[in-house]
C-alpha cells in the first residue's frame, strides 16, 4: 500500500494501481479515454493529464514542471496529485477541444448519445465553444467493419482500446490503425472483418460512438433504457451483466465489470442470446387439461411488437382472467394425491436453468409430502469445448495461466447450484437419462425446464425422455417454450426467463451471483419463484433475500448465502460466513 | 583553436577517391580505434567517451556516455544498440553523407559503442529514401565481416558483434527513438511512453541503446584521439550553470536555402550563423539579405537576422527562444520569401509526420495547417495568430501533453515566427491576399 | 255556489293559468335569447345568429338540446330532496305570478274573462311577498341535497341574502300600500291612474322606495350583482353546481321567472302599470284600448326587463359583507325613513310632491353619512 | 406605553406589529358612495358599446382568421431539398415533450438507395396523437435539425381518436400542403446538423457567418 495525496486528499492506494485509481479512491474524477483496466496503457488521449509532485519526507511538496499523464503514472508513497489547477484544467479543455475538432457532433442520431464520455467530460471539463473554422474531416461510415459492429469513423477519438482489445483479450487482432495523423481511421484488413466470439466487447469499450452494435442501432436512446443488475444465463461463466430495457422490452444486455466472475467483458453469444426472452411463440399462461384452455389468446402478442407502429395508442391487453389459482389448486391437489398413492412413482426432474431458490422451493416441497419421491437432474447442454481467451495467432487457445475470458461449453447458468440443492435433500444426484434407464414406473412427473428453445422442434426434451413419459399418469410441466411435453401436460405452468426472474445463479467456479428481474413475465407466465411460492402454500411473497438465509440455515454447502444480500460481485460458495462484506 | 585554422576530421576523408572502401579507410589508419578500445574495458571506453563531453548529434544533445552508462548492469541477456540513421529533418543531410562517402568511419565507432555497452547486436535503421546509403552501407558490412571486424570474436577479442541493416518506411516519426525501436520490431511507429526508457526496455523488450549516425563517427575519433583532443573544440561548459554540459567537438553544419553556395561544411561547435552563410555558404543568394534562419532543421524554430551572431553551439539557439541545436541543419529564409508561407510549409509537414497517437499532436498540428492555409486563402483573422500561439503553446512534450517530441517540434516553428515576425504576419492577414498553393508531393 | 257558478268561476282562472304556464317557459327560454344578445351587443359581439333569421331559433334549440339531455344524478345527493328542488324551484317562482296583473281585468267580457289568476284578492301584495320568500326554500334544499360544500355554501348565502333584502323591500312597498290604501295590486294600479295618465305614478313620490324596492329585489332574483349563491368564480356554480340537463332548466327558469315577476312588479307598484300618457285610465275602454294598456304593461315590463339584464353588463359583483353592509347599514335604514315621511305626509293629508324632494334630499344625506363613515373609519383603523 | 419595557420588548413590539398587514378599505368619497353615479356610469358605457362600438365577431367558417406567425397549430414534418424526411429520428422531440405524444421509431437509412446515401438513420415510423398533445411547441424547440414545425392550422376535427393519431405520411402531407400554400414557410434553418447526416458543408473560402448558423 501506498499514500497518495489527491488534491490534497490522502488515501491508500495498492501497489499497483495507477493515479486514475488512486484519483478515483479519493473520489476524484480523472477523465480519460485510452484507458482501461483490462488493457494495456497506452497514455495516448491525453485526457488525463494532471499535475504530479511529490512529498519529501520533510513534509515539501516538489511539485513537476509538466503535465503528467495518470493513466501512466503509478501511484507511488508520496505522490502528489493535482486535478484542478488552472494548467490542468486549460489542458482538459484543450484535449477536449482538439478530440471535437474532427467530431461531427451528430450528437442526435448517435446511439452513445446519454452515455458518451466525449459528451460527459466536455460537459463537465470542456469548453462551450470550439474555434474551428474550418471544415472538419469526413469519413465514411464502415458497416462492413465486423457482424455485429459498425464503425463510425468520424466520431472516433482514436483511443485505440478496440484495437488494445482485439489485440490482448480476444488475441484475434482484426482491428488496427490505418493511416497517420489527424486522418488515421481504425479499419480491418479486406474482408477480414472483426467476427469474433467477443467482438461485441469493443462497443462497450469505446468511449464515444465510434463503434456501435449493429443489433442495438437506432433501437433505442438509451436514457430510456433503465439498467438492472443481473447475471447471463448463456454459459456457467455466470457473466455479470446489465439488463437494460423499456417498457418491458429488453433491449441489450452490457457486461458489469466483475473481478470474482468474468473480468470486464462477456461473450456475444451472451449478449445477443438474449432473444429467445422476447419470442412470440412463448408460453403464454397455465393451461390446463381439466379446465378450458386458459391464458392469453394467440392475439394478445402485441407486446412484443415493440416496433409496430402507434403501438404507444393501441389499448391495452384485453383484460385477461387470472387462472393461475385454479391451475395451481389442480396441480396441487393432483400432486398430493400421486403422492399419495405411490410416493416412489412421482418424481420431479430440476432443469440447470432454475434458481437456487426455485429448486429448494421445490425439493422441500415436494420432499415434504414424502421422503420417497424422487428428484431427478435435467438435461444439462453442453456443447463442444470451452472457448478460451486471448486466441493465439494461429487461433488456439491460451494456456491456463494466460486465460483471460472463457465461454464455457456448460450452456446453462446453474447446475452447480441446483446440484447442491438436490444432493442436500437426496443424497446422490440422479440424472434424469439414468432414471428413464433404470427405474420404470414413474407415473407421475413434474418437469421444469426453461431452456433457451424457441424452435420446439429442437426442444429440450430427448425422443428418450419423450418415450419415458408417455405411460405417466400425471404430467406437470413448467417452461417457457412449448414442447413435446408441455404439448402432453395435464398442467402446463408458463414460467419466466432469466430476465424477469428474481433469484440465484452458482456459475461454474461456486461463485454465487444474485440476478433481479428487470422485466416483467409476457401476457399470463408468471415467474417460476412466484408459481413455486403459491404451490408450496407458503406465506407472504417470493422473497430471494429470506429465502437465501432460509436455505444457508438448510443446506451446509450453501451456507455463504447466509449473508442474504449477495452484493454486485456475488459471493463465493467457499467464503466464511462474514468474511464477505 | 580558430575555425580558420580547423582541419576536417569527420569528412577528411570524402574527397578521397573510394573512400567508402574498407581498404582505403584501413589506408588511412583506420580501425586502430576498434583496436584500441578492444584493448581497453567496457567501463574505459564508456568514461572515455564521458569525458570528452560528447553529446548526441540526432538533435536532442544527450551526453552520450551518459546515455551509455544508463544501462543496467548485472543483466543476462542481449543488449541491443540502434543507429539512428532515419534523417528525416528537413534540411539535414549530414548523415547520408557520411555513410555514403565514409561508411567505415561510422560503423567502426558504432562497434565500438557496442562494445562499449556490452551489445551484441546493432541495428542500422536507416531510412527508405537513402537506398545509396543502404548499398553503401551493406557493402561496408559485407567487407567488415569478410574481414573479421563483425561476427565472432572480432579482431581476435572474445567480443562478437552482428549489424544488421534494417530501412525504414519513411517516416519522420521514426527518428524519434521509441518510434524507432517500434519501427525496427515491425510494428506501427508510435513512440513508447516513457518510463521505461529504452535503456531498461527498448527494442524487443530489451535493454537498447539509440545513437545517431554522426554520434557514432565521433566516438571513432574520440577513442583514436582522446578526450583531450575533443574538448579542445567547441564551445566550454558555462561554469555558472550546472545543468550546460558544453559543445564539444567538430560539428557538420548542413547548409541550405537561399544561401548561394548550399552544403555541408564540418566546423567546431560554436560557429556563428552569419559566419556560416558569409564565410561557408557564399552569403544570401540574388544579393538578398536573410530574414529568418532555421538553426538546426525546422523544428527548432526561426532565428531573426538580428540573431545570427549567436552562436550555434547546444545551448545557443535556445537563448534565442529556438529550441535548440537540432540537427545543425542550418535553413537561410531570403527577405524576399513570406514568412506565412514558410510557417504553412513547415505546418505541413508536421501535420503530415505526426503519428497520430496523442491527440494534441494529431489535432493541433492539422488544425494549425488548416488554420494557416485558411490565412493563406485570404480568409485569415487577426485572432488566428493568437490561437495558432495558444495551439503551439499547449501541444508537445515542454507542457507534457504529448508522448515524444514531434509536437515540440511542430510547435516551436509557430511559436518563434510569431514571437519574431508577428508584424508581417498580421500585415499579411490584414492585406487580405492569397498566396498560390504550392504543390507538394504526398499532402494529404 | 253551483255548478255553473263554479264553473263561470273556474273556467277564466284555468285559461289564465293556461296562459302563465304556456307563456312563462317561452319567455324564459327567450330572456336567454334576448340576454344573449344584449350580452353580445355590450361586448360588441353579434351573439347567436346561426339558427333562423337573427338566431331567432337558437333558444328553442338550446331548449331542445337541453331536454334531451341525459339525466345524471351524482351518487353523493340526496335523491329524493335533489330532484325535488328545482321543482319546488319553479314552483314557488310560478306561484307569485298568480296574483300579479298583466292587464286591467275586464268586467263581464267574455263572461269574466282577466288577465290575473287571483283577481280581486285584497292582499294579493301579501301574498305575493309570501310566496316569493318561499323561493328561497329550492335554493336552499337543492344546495343541502347537492351534498357539495360549495353548493352548501351558496345555498346559505343566498338563505342570508334573502331574509336580509326581504326587509327594505318590504318597507319600501309599504309606503306605496299607504299611500294606494290597499295591498291589492289591482287597486293599487288603479290608484295610479289619472288623467294625463302619468302623474298619478307612485315613481313621482317615491323614487326612493322604488330605488330600495328594486335594488332589493333585484337581490331576491339572485342576479348580478347580487348573484352571490351562484357565483362562478367563488362557488363554482353554487347551489346548482351538481345540476344539469333539465333539472338545472328548472333553476334556470325559476331565475328568470323571478325576473319577470320583479319586473311585472315594480311596473306595477311604481311606474303606473299598464297607465301610460295618451292611453285613458279607465276599464270602461273597448277591445282596442285594453289591448292597448296590456301592450303598454308589456313594454314597460320588457323595458325593465332589459333594464336588469344590462345591469348584469354594467356592475361588478357585490363583496359578500357588501351586499349585508348594504342590506342593513343603507337600505333599512333609509326604507324607514322613507316610510316615516310617508306616514307623516298621509297622516296630515298634505300634498305629496315634497316628498320626492325630500326623498332626494334623504338619500343624498345618506351618501354624505356613508362617506363620513367611510373616511372616518379608515382614519380609525390607521390609529390602532 | 409602559416605560419598563426593555429595548427588546420593544423590537419584539414593533415585529409584532409589521407581521400583520392591514389592506385598508379604499376611502370612498361622496359621490362614490351615492352609487347611483356609478352605477348609470356602467350602464352608460355597455350602452355605449351595445350601441355606438363596432362589434368585433367574425364569422368564422366564412370568415378565416390570419394566425400570427408563430401560432402553435398541427405538427408537420419538413422534408428536405431532396424531398426526404428531414428528421433523423434523434428522439429529442419525444424525449421533450411533456404530453408524451410523439413516438418514432428510428431505422438505419436505406443504403442501398442513393437518395438516402448520406445520411445515417431515419425515422421509419413518426406517430403525434393530435388529441394528446397540448401545443407547448417544446418539440419545435427540441428538433436540432428543425424538422418538426408547428403550423397555423388550428382547425383540426376528424371523427374518431385513430383518425388523429398522425403518422409520417400524414405528417408530410401537412408539410407539402402548408408550403405549398405559402402560409407557414419554413421558419427556422440553422442548417445541417453535421457530417454524418449531411453532406453538403459550407465551403472553406467564406467562413461562416457569426452568430447564427455556426456550428462545432
Redesign the interface.
Known amino acids: 500500500m501506498s499514500t497518495v495525496f489527491v488534491n490534497d486528499i490522502e488515501v491508500e492506494v495498492g501497489p499497483r494501481d495507477n493515479l486514475i485509481q488512486a484519483a478515483r479512491a479519493a473520489g476524484v474524477e480523472i477523465p480519460h479515454y485510452c484507458w482501461h483496466e483490462a488493457l494495456s496503457v497506452v497514455a495516448s488521449c491525453r485526457m488525463c493529464l494532471v499535475e504530479v509532485g511529490e512529498k519529501k519526507p520533510d513534509g515539501t511538496i516538489a511539485m513537476g514542471p509538466k503535465l503528467v499523464p495518470a493513466c501512466q503514472t503509478p501511484a507511488k508513497p508520496g505522490t502528489v496529485v493535482k486535478t484542478e489547477t488552472a494548467k490542468v484544467k486549460t489542458g482538459q479543455q484543450m484535449t477536449l477541444e482538439f478530440l471535437l475538432l474532427n467530431h461531427p457532433l451528430d450528437c442526435s442520431i448517435c446511439d452513445q448519445a446519454g452515455e458518451c464520455y466525449l459528451q460527459d467530460y466536455t460537459y463537465k471539463f470542456g469548453k462551450a465553444q470550439s474555434r474551428l473554422n474550418e471544415p472538419k474531416v469526413q469519413r465514411l461510415d464502415k458497416y462492413h467493419i465486423g457482424e455485429q459492429i459498425a464503425l463510425f469513423t468520424d466520431r472516433c477519438v482514436m483511443c485505440t482500446r478496440c484495437v488494445r482489445f482485439t489485440r490482448e483479450i480476444s488475441g484475434t487482432a482484426e482491428l488496427q490503425v490505418v493511416a497517420r495523423g489527424s486522418v488515421e481511421e481504425i479499419d480491418v484488413f479486406p474482408n477480414k472483418p472483426c467476427n469474433n466470439k467477443l467482438a461485441g466487447n469493443v462497443v462497450d469499450l469505446c468511449p464515444v460512438g465510434a463503434l456501435c452494435s449493429k443489433d442495438f442501432l437506432y433501437k433505442k436512446r438509451v436514457w430510456w433504457l433503465k439498467s438492472q443488475k443481473s447475471v447471463c444465463a448463456g454459459c456457467s461463466t455466470g457473466c455479470s451483466i446489465e439488463v437494460d430495457q423499456n417498457e418491458d422490452h429488453v433491449y441489450r444486455l452490457r457486461p458489469r465489470a466483475n473481478p470474482l466472475a468474468q473480468g470486464h467483458f462477456m461473450c456475444d453469444e451472451g449478449r445477443f442470446g438474449f432473444k429467445y426472452v422476447q419470442s412470440t411463440n412463448r408460453l403464454s399462461g397455465p393451461t390446463s387439461k381439466s379446465i378450458a384452455t386458459v391464458g392469453v389468446a394467440a392475439s394478445a402478442v402485441t407486446k412484443f411488437n415493440g416496433n409496430v407502429a402507434g403501438k404507444l395508442f393501441q389499448p391495452a391487453d384485453l383484460a385477461v382472467v387470472d387462472h393461475w389459482p385454479a391451475a395451481i389448486q389442480e396441480a396441487r391437489e393432483k400432486i398430493k394425491a400421486a403422492v399419495d398413492s405411490s410416493a416412489s412413482s412421482f418424481a420431479a426432474v430440476f432443469s440447470p436453468m432454475m434458481s437456487v431458490e426455485e429448486a429448494y422451493l421445490l425439493a422441500s416441497y415436494l420432499k415434504g409430502l414424502n421422503r420417497n419421491v424422487k428428484l431427478l437432474m435435467g438435461p444439462v447442454p453442453v456443447v463442444g469445448e470451452d472457448d478460451c481467451y486471448p486466441k493465439n495467432v494461429n487461433g488456439s487457445a491460451p494456456t491456463a495461466e494466460k486465460t483471460k475470458f472463457t465461454i464455457r461449453a456448460e450452456k446453462c447458468p446453474n447446475r452447480l447450484g441446483v446440484e447442491k440443492v438436490l444432493k442436500h435433500f437426496q443424497g446422490a444426484l440422479v440424472p434424469i437419462e439414468d432414471a428413464i434407464q433404470g427405474a420404470h414406473g414413474i407415473q407421475a412427473w413434474y418437469f421444469v425446464g426453461g431452456y433457451a428453445t424457441p424452435d420446439d422442434s429442437i426442444g429440450w426434451v430427448s425422443p428418450s425422455i419423450a418415450k419415458a413419459t408417455e405411460p405417466a399418469k400425471l404430467l406437470i410441466v413448467q417452461d417457457i417454450f412449448p414442447s413435446v411435453l408441455s404439448k402432453r401436460a395435464d398442467i402446463v405452468f408458463a414460467g419466466a426467463a432469466f430476465t424477469e426472474r428474481d433469484g440465484t445463479f452458482i456459475n461454474h467456479s461456486g461463485l454465487a451471483q444474485a440476478f433481479r428481474a428487470a422485466t416483467r413475465p409476457p401476457q399470463a407466465s408468471r415467474a417460476d419463484g412466484r408459481i413455486l411460492n403459491e404451490l408450496c402454500l407458503r406465506q407472504g411473497l417470493y422473497n430471494t433475500e429470506f429465502l437465501r438465509k432460509e436455505i444457508a440455515s438448510k443446506i451446509p454447502s450453501l451456507e455463504s448465502l447466509s449473508v442474504g444480500d449477495l452484493g454486485v460481485h456475488g459471493v463465493e460458495l467457499h467464503q466464511l460466513v462474514g468474511a464477505h462484506l | 583553436m580558430t575555425n580558420a585554422s580547423f582541419e576536417p576530421v569527420l569528412l577528411a576523408r570524402i574527397n578521397k577517391p573510394d573512400s567508402a572502401s574498407l581498404a582505403s579507410y584501413k589506408a588511412d589508419g583506420g580501425y586502430a580505434g576498434l583496436r584500441k578500445a578492444l584493448d581497453m574495458t567496457q567501463a574505459q571506453v564508456i568514461d572515455l567517451v564521458k569525458a570528452s563531453g560528447l553529446r548526441g548529434r540526432g538533435g536532442a544533445g544527450f551526453p552520450t556516455g551518459m546515455k551509455w552508462s544508463f544501462l543496467p548492469q548485472n543483466i543476462t541477456g542481449p543488449i541491443y544498440m540502434c543507429i539512428n540513421g532515419d534523417e528525416s529533418e528537413p534540411g539535414t543531410f549530414n548523415n547520408r553523407i557520411l555513410i555514403e562517402e565514409d561508411p567505415h568511419q561510422v560503423l567502426e565507432g558504432i562497434v565500438i559503442g557496442c562494445y562499449a555497452t556490452r551489445a551484441t547486436t546493432a541495428y542500422f535503421y536507416l531510412r527508405y529514401e537513402y537506398g545509396h546509403c543502404y548499398r553503401t552501407l551493406q557493402k561496408a558490412v559485407d567487407e567488415m565481416y569478410a574481414a573479421g571486424l563483425l561476427g565472432k570474436n572480432i579482431l581476435g577479442s572474445n567480443y562478437s558483434l552482428d549489424i544488421h541493416l534494417h530501412r525504414g518506411a519513411c517516416a519522420y516519426i521514426c527518428g524519434e527513438e521509441t518510434g524507432l525501436i517500434e519501427s525496427l520490431e515491425g510494428k506501427r511507429a508510435w513512440p513508447r511512453i516513457k518510463p521505461p526508457f529504452p535503456a531498461v526496455e527498448g527494442a524487443f523488450r530489451r535493454p537498447t541503446v539509440v545513437n545517431n549516425v554522426e554520434t557514432m563517427a565521433c566516438v571513432t575519433h574520440i577513442v583514436n584521439r582522446g578526450a583531450e583532443w575533443f574538448q579542445s573544440m567547441g564551445i566550454a561548459k558555462d561554469p555558472n550553470n550546472p545543468r550546460d554540459a558544453g559543445s564539444y567537438g567538430p560539428k557538420l553544419y548542413c547548409i541550405s536555402g537561399h544561401v548561394n553556395k548550399p552544403g555541408l561544411v564540418e566546423l567546431p561547435l560554436g560557429v556563428t550563423a552569419r559566419e556560416l552563410i558569409d564565410k561557408h555558404a557564399g552569403g544570401v543568394w540574388k544579393g538578398r539579405k536573410a530574414k529568418a534562419v532555421v538553426p538546426g532543421g525546422i523544428s527548432m524554430g526561426f532565428m531573426s537576422e538580428a540573431e545570427l551572431d549567436t552562436p550555434l553551439d547546444f545551448a545557443g539557439p535556445g537563448r534565442v527562444g529556438c529550441l535548440g541545436l537540432g540537427t545543425a541543419a542550418v535553413i537561410v529564409i531570403d527577405d524576399h520569401t513570406s514568412m506565412v508561407d514558410v510557417l504553412y510549409n513547415a505546418c505541413r509537414f508536421f501535420a503530415h509526420e505526426s503519428c497520430g497517437q496523442c491527440t494534441p499532436c494529431r489535432e493541433g498540428t492539422a488544425w494549425s495547417t488548416k488554420i494557416l492555409e485558411r490565412i493563406r486563402s485570404g480568409n485569415g483573422k487577426l485572432s488566428d495568430i493568437d490561437l495558432l500561439l495558444e495551439i503551439s503553446s499547449s501541444i508537445g512534450t515542454i507542457p507534457g501533453t504529448t508522448i515524444c517530441g514531434l509536437a515540440d517540434g511542430a510547435a516551436w516553428p509557430i511559436k518563434t515566427a510569431i514571437a519574431k515576425f508577428r508584424p508581417e504576419l498580421e500585415e499579411y492577414i490584414r492585406s487580405g491576399r492569397k498566396s498560390a498553393a504550392p504543390q507538394l508531393v504526398g499532402a494529404h | 255556489m253551483n255548478w255553473y257558478e263554479i264553473w263561470a268561476e273556474l273556467w277564466p282562472t284555468l285559461i289564465a293559468i293556461g296562459i302563465i304556464l304556456a307563456v312563462v317557459p317561452v319567455v324564459g327560454l327567450y330572456a336567454t335569447f334576448v340576454e344573449r344578445k ?1 350580452a ?7 351573439g347567436p345568429n346561426r339558427v333562423g333569421p337573427f338566431g331567432l331559433f337558437q333558444a328553442i334549440a338550446d331548449g331542445i338540446k337541453i331536454f334531451l339531455k341525459e339525466q345524471i344524478i351524482p351518487s353523493h345527493v340526496h335523491t329524493f330532496i335533489y330532484m325535488l328542488a328545482p321543482c319546488i324551484s319553479l314552483m314557488t317562482a310560478m306561484f307569485a305570478l298568480a296574483v300579479l296583473p298583466y292587464g286591467p281585468t275586464p268586467v263581464n267580457y267574455f263572461g269574466g274573462l282577466r288577465f290575473i289568476v287571483m283577481p280581486g284578492l285584497d292582499i294579493s301584495l301579501l301574498i305575493m311577498f309570501a310566496i316569493s320568500s318561499l323561493s328561497a326554500y329550492g335554493i336552499i334544499l337543492g344546495g343541502w341535497a347537492s351534498n357539495n360544500k360549495y353548493s352548501l355554501y351558496g345555498a346559505i348565502r343566498s338563505c342570508a341574502q334573502f331574509i336580509s333584502y326581504e326587509i327594505p323591500m318590504g318597507l319600501s312597498v309599504i309606503g306605496v300600500i299607504l299611500v294606494a290604501g290597499s295591498m291589492n295590486i289591482e287597486t293599487i294600479v288603479a290608484s295610479q291612474g289619472s288623467g294625463d295618465g302619468i302623474s298619478g305614478w307612485n315613481l313621482w313620490w317615491q323614487p326612493l322606495a322604488l ?1 330600495i324596492f328594486f335594488t332589493s329585489a333585484l337581490a331576491e332574483t339572485n342576479r348580478l350583482p347580487f348573484d352571490l349563491p351562484e357565483c362562478e368564480q367563488e362557488l363554482v356554480g353554487g347551489f346548482h353546481t351538481e345540476y344539469g340537463g333539465i333539472k338545472f332548466v328548472l333553476f334556470f327558469l325559476a331565475e328568470y321567472t323571478h325576473v319577470v315577476t320583479v319586473s311585472f312588479l315594480t311596473t306595477l307598484l311604481f311606474f303606473g302599470g299598464w297607465h301610460f300618457p295618451g292611453v285613458p285610465s279607465e276599464v270602461t275602454a273597448s277591445y282596442g284600448i285594453l289591448a292597448l294598456q296590456m301592450l303598454v304593461l308589456l313594454v314597460k315590463v320588457c323595458g325593465v326587463v332589459c333594464f336588469i339584464m ?2 348584469r ?3 361588478p359583483r357585490f363583496r359578500f359583507d357588501q351586499l349585508m353592509g348594504l342590506a342593513w347599514k343603507g337600505l333599512i335604514p333609509l326604507a324607514m325613513l322613507n316610510l316615516v315621511f310617508l306616514a307623516v305626509f298621509e297622516s296630515l293629508g298634505w300634498h305629496r310632491w315634497p316628498l320626492a324632494v325630500l326623498s332626494v334630499l334623504l ?2 344625506a345618506a ?2 353619512w ?2 363620513w363613515q ?2 372616518s ?2 382614519r380609525k ?2 390609529v390602532t | 406605553m409602559s416605560t419598563a419595557e426593555t429595548p427588546v420588548a420593544q423590537v419584539e413590539k414593533k415585529q409584532k406589529k409589521k407581521t400583520v398587514q392591514w389592506g385598508d378599505d379604499p376611502k370612498i368619497g361622496f359621490v362614490e358612495a351615492l352609487y347611483l353615479p356609478a352605477i348609470a356610469g356602467g350602464i352608460a358605457t355597455a350602452l355605449k358599446h351595445a350601441f355606438f362600438k363596432k362589434r368585433s365577431t367574425a364569422q368564422y367558417p366564412e370568415q378565416k382568421p390570419e394566425m400570427p406567425p408563430n401560432y402553435r397549430g398541427v405538427h408537420r414534418l419538413n422534408r428536405d431539398e431532396e424531398g426526404r424526411v428531414k428528421c433523423v429520428a434523434c428522439y429529442m422531440c419525444q424525449t421533450a415533450c411533456p404530453a408524451n405524444c410523439i413516438e418514432i421509431i428510428a431505422a438505419p437509412a436505406p443504403q442501398d438507395d442513393p437518395k438516402w446515401a448520406n445520411r445515417d438513420k431515419f425515422p421509419a415510423t413518426f406517430t403525434i396523437d393530435e388529441l394528446r398533445c397540448i401545443y407547448c411547441g417544446m418539440c419545435e424547440e427540441a428538433c436540432p435539425v428543425d424538422a418538426i414545425e408547428l403550423t397555423s392550422i388550428y382547425d383540426l376535427t376528424g371523427m374518431s381518436r385513430q383518425e388523429m393519431i398522425f403518422d409520417k405520411e400524414k405528417l408530410l402531407s401537412v408539410f407539402d400542403e402548408t408550403s405549398k400554400a405559402g402560409l407557414d414557410p419554413v421558419r427556422t434553418n440553422r442548417g445541417a446538423l453535421g457530417p454524418a447526416s449531411e453532406k453538403s458543408m459550407q465551403s472553406t473560402d467564406s467562413p461562416p457567418p457569426p452568430g447564427r448558423g455556426k456550428h462545432g
Open positions: 344584449l353580445a351587443a355590450v361586448q360588441d359581439r353579434l330605488i344590462l345591469l353588463w354594467a356592475l338619500f343624498v351618501g354624505y356613508s362617506a367611510s373616511q373609519f379608515v383603523a390607521s
